[in-house]
């Protein structure tokens, strides 16, 4: 059954807001966007017509690759009864040196919202500061916060709860990990994250973090002990051990991230239900073995469908 008065509720909500970070957004909006996405999903299941942002125009600036986030935007915005236009960043000005606050002020006349994937997070806060039109990060060298909020409704949908449930994250202290501690520590999900010494969360990010988790009372913990970390965890996530713009010896960076492989001995200390999660794509043998990520645990691609669901929420509920 779909909730009309979620769906009707929902619409423009969050108009006048970025979606920058998880930070910005309390429990209660987070948990809005996900029944939202949940009706709205429910809508597209049922070839129920949602033509919410008619007429509308989604400006996706990519600097870096992107499979997901690219089909994803895409075809939500699509669904959505609108359009989105591709730009590559060396098709545009921004690639001959044209600044990110003319491209913002330039761009803001032209179309309803920018979704943006790109290197230092001050590049979409900059464009945020200059744009009169919602800013969505894509993915920042520090956040995801698309991903973690698809991640969080995949959780959602099979545990029926937020309560109660243990999260480990295991691999590289990256901007999945990062937006994931924060994800969780609002919505109340304990969580520890193990990493290697050299590849641990910014220090600065894990404070906030710690801020968040105690407003909601979640365990926040870090650790270079994998075991320790999934032990009775509900969630075992881990992504890869060099992301886009990474640049050094990856032989001698896997040897140190080895340990924190999620295979078939390390997922023994976990839940008996416990759910495996990527963000992908994944580098199978690498951070995760064949047998975890194509294993029976493993919701990988419902967390991939759901970013079209959750996506085309924070569209709809931000343009
Ligand atoms: N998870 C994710 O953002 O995937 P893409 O890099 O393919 O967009
Ligand atoms: N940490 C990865 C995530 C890709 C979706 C990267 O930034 O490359």
Same mark, same amino acid.
């Given at each position: ?11 423009? @909500? ?5 979606? +920058? &970070? $998880? #930070? ?6 987070? %948990? ?125 949908? @099979? ?5 109660? +449930? &243990? $999260? #480990? ?6 901007? %999945? ?135 085309? #929420? ?6």
């Amino acid at each position: 059954m779909i909730n009309p008065v979620v769906v009707q509720n929902m619409r423009g @909500k969050l108009k006048g807001k970025h979606f +920058l &970070k $998880l #930070a910005d957004f309390t429990r209660d909006e987070l %948990m809005d966007l996900i029944q939202y996405a949940i009706e709205l999903k429910n809508m597209q299941k049922k070839g129920e017509a949602h033509h919410l942002l008619k007429g509308k125009t989604l400006a996706m600036i990519f600097e870096k690759s992107s499979t997901r986030t690219r089909v994803s935007f895409e075809t939500g915005m699509y669904q959505l009864g609108g359009q989105a236009l591709f730009l590559n960043k060396n098709d545009l000005q921004i690639g001959n040196g044209e600044t990110i606050a003319d491209t913002a002020k330039v761009l803001s006349r032209y179309v309803d919202g920018i979704m943006i994937r790109t290197f230092e997070h001050k590049i979409v806060e900059e464009l945020a500061e200059n744009a009169s039109i919602p800013i969505i990060n894509g993915l920042t060298d520090d956040f995801h916060p698309c991903q973690v909020l698809a991640d969080l409704m995949t959780i959602y949908e @099979k545990k029926g709860t937020f309560n109660g +449930l &243990k $999260l #480990a994250f295991v691999g590289d202290g990256n901007n %999945m990990a990062q937006s994931l501690l924060m994800g969780c520590a609002i919505m109340g999900i304990d969580c520890t994250i193990a990493s290697p010494d050299n590849s641990q969360v910014k220090p600065e990010i894990y404070s906030q973090v710690k801020e968040k988790a105690a407003i909601s009372g979640a365990k926040v913990e870090q650790t270079n002990d994998p075991k320790k970390a999934v032990e009775n965890a509900d969630m075992i996530y881990t992504d890869v051990w060099a992301s886009m713009g990474w640049n050094g010896d990856f032989e001698i960076r896997k040897k140190s991230f080895m340990p924190y492989q999620v295979n078939d001995t390390l997922v023994k200390g976990a839940k008996e239900d416990y759910l495996f999660l990527h963000c992908l794509p994944a580098h199978r043998e690498e951070e995760v073995t064949s047998s975890i990520i194509d294993g029976e645990h493993s919701v990988v691609f419902d967390q991939a469908e759901n970013r079209l669901h959750v996506q085309k #929420a924070v569209l709809a509920s931000l343009l």
